[in-house]
């Protein structure tokens, strides 16, 4: 009688060990956890919706746009990147001296010197921000982010829906 009862005790853990490894097996495609404090958000949910200002985005830094300092983070020659979408395509981009606005609004302010000291290149740009790009900052002050790798083409951005 007990052997009957072990059996079916072990039958539904095992069930319930393959229905929790499916759901993570069909997830992890959909979501983002985010390891560092660029933004204030731990895990996202991708979203299939268009991309909107100040949304959060997954975007893939190729490796001529990463610093040496982030070059031992990069997995296949590209880094994962997750920011906040702060200037769309036909907005107006502006540097003045070290700030950058989007439609004169103030969105954040580059740095020329990275958090262990290493010098930082700004983006330079003044114009209207061309079409299916967009500008990428992170929330974080130390962030790397456009302000300096420049745009980010929107098709290749993964829209994020911040969960925690």
Known sequence: MNTII?????????LWLVMIGLAVYLIQERITIVFT???NATILWHSNAE????????????EEKITDELKQYT????????KRVACMDGQLLEKR???????????????????TGNPL???E?????????VFLL????????????????KDTLIRGIRII
Request: net charge positive; hydrophobic share 30%.
């Open 6 to 14: 072990h059996k079916n005790i072990l039958r539904k853990r095992m």
């Open 37 to 39: 404090e660029s933004v």
């Open 51 to 62: 991309i909107k200002l100040w949304d959060f985005a997954n975007y893939r830094l190729e």
């Open 75 to 82: 997995r296949n020659g590209y880094l994962t990147v997750t």
């Open 97 to 115: 001296e070290l700030e950058y606005y989007c439609d004169n609004f103030l969105i954040g302010k580059a740095k020329t010197k990275s958090m």
């Open 121 to 123: 290149t700004p983006f």
């Open 125 to 133: 740009y003044n114009g209207r921000v061309p079409d299916n790009y």
């Open 138 to 153: 992170g929330d974080h002050p130390d962030s790397y982010d456009s302000r300096y790798w420049g745009f980010a083409e």
